[in-house]
């Protein structure tokens, strides 16, 4: 089974920065996305940033400039670098990886979440 172990949440300052790392327990190149995402109480899981197993990274408005998504193929990781944080960053961030199945369908891997919050 398809397992993602996430770390590296915590409390941190505005303006401060955090790393997530998210752990693959198969490699990344099984899977055509990977990505993160956070979720506030009250409101569905929303999309920070991802990437494609080809192609450029992708950020939510919110984030872009600030956070950087990569990989690492030998690590089986995905990092979630976290600049100049505001309190709107806080929230559980998951990670998540998606294998696209030949008929078209796709299989969806959840993290356990992470709890980043952002607080003077």
């Known amino acids: 089974q398809v397992q993602l172990v996430e770390s590296g949440g915590g409390l941190v300052q505005p303006g401060g920065s955090l790393r997530l790392s998210c752990a693959l327990s198969?490699?990344?190149?099984?899977?055509?996305?990977v990505a993160w995402y956070r979720q506030v109480p009250g409101n569905q899981r929303q999309l920070v940033a991802s990437?494609?197993?080809?192609?450029?990274?992708k950020y939510s408005d919110s984030v872009q400039g600030r956070f950087t998504i990569s990989r690492d193929n030998a690590k089986n990781t995905v990092d979630l670098q976290m600049n100049s944080l505001k309190p709107g960053d806080t929230g559980v961030y998951y990670c998540?990886?998606?294998?696209?199945?030949?008929?078209?369908?796709?299989?969806?891997?959840w993290g356990q979440g992470t709890q980043v919050t952002v607080s003077s």
């Open positions: 198969e490699s990344i190149f099984g899977f055509n996305v």
């Open positions: 998540n990886a998606e294998r696209m199945m030949p008929s078209g369908s796709s299989l969806n891997y």
């Open positions: 990437r494609q197993r080809f192609g450029s990274p």
